[in-house]
């Protein structure tokens, strides 16, 4: 268990593993719609993971997981894991808005409360990082 | 929708589990300076060398297939909020596998980010 608080440039840092996991994810989606299989069965997952490994889109979506995984194991180097996890959904907030421009998925204004609340969520749990280290000085 | 549920649910324990093997391959490591790039790469040589990262690689890679094929069947709007769950069970696993502290704080902090995701998922 390692005891780090959460600076500003790890923060950061965990923001950007968040932007790319939303490129990546959009690479995904992108790829498989394009394949033009909407359902998934049995009899088709040959078919299905051919059409997606044939996919320019799916491959670029792979290659930035794999660029991320480079981030985010910095992250890990100092980070709890249940720290790092929660700050991580960032991409909440990216991802609605990438498929909003390249899906053309719509946007409910309802979804800033939800924004609202994961900001509230990530100041808490960024505080509870240094109210471990108080703890941990008084004992 | 059930299926996509536990299809869903499947992905996220492969992804926890993946995380956790990071995390652990990462704790075993010597913590690097981040400033340096140097002592940056001997860290991930380090984590490289170990099996667990790499069993934490195939249980990623598990996690991401099954994840494609809810989303070939859903979009993103749907599958994503579903993915919220993901926050209260990498939490209680991060505290029975890595031996991570559940605070008052930390709890709370991740409550709100899954009711602000789930927020996303209804509206």
Known sequence: MRKNHLTLNMFLLIVMTDIGESIAQTFLKKGLNLTGITSITFANIGEFLSAAASSYFVWLGMLVFLLNFFLWMAVLSRIDLSVAFPVGSTSYIFVPILAMVFLHETLNPLRWMGIALIILGIHFVSKSTRADIKETAKA | ?123
Request: hydrophobic share 60%; charged share 15%; glycine share 6%.
């Open chain 2, 1 to 123: 929708m059930i299926k996509i549920f536990f299809l869903i649910l499947l992905a996220e324990i492969w992804g926890i589990t993946g995380q956790i093997l990071y995390k652990k391959s990462a704790n075993s490591a010597e913590m690097p300076d981040l400033r340096s790039i140097r002592s940056y790469f001997k860290f991930m040589k380090s984590v490289f060398s170990m099996p667990a990262l790499w069993l934490g690689f195939a249980c990623i890679f598990m996690g991401l297939v099954t994840f494609l094929f809810a989303l070939a069947q859903t979009d993103l709007s749907i599958a994503f909020p579903i993915d919220s769950m993901q926050y209260i069970v990498a939490l209680v696993a991060s505290h029975f596998f890595l031996g991570e502290k559940i605070t008052k704080y930390k709890l709370a902090g991740t409550l709100l980010v899954m009711a602000g995701v789930l927020l996303v998922a209804m509206s």
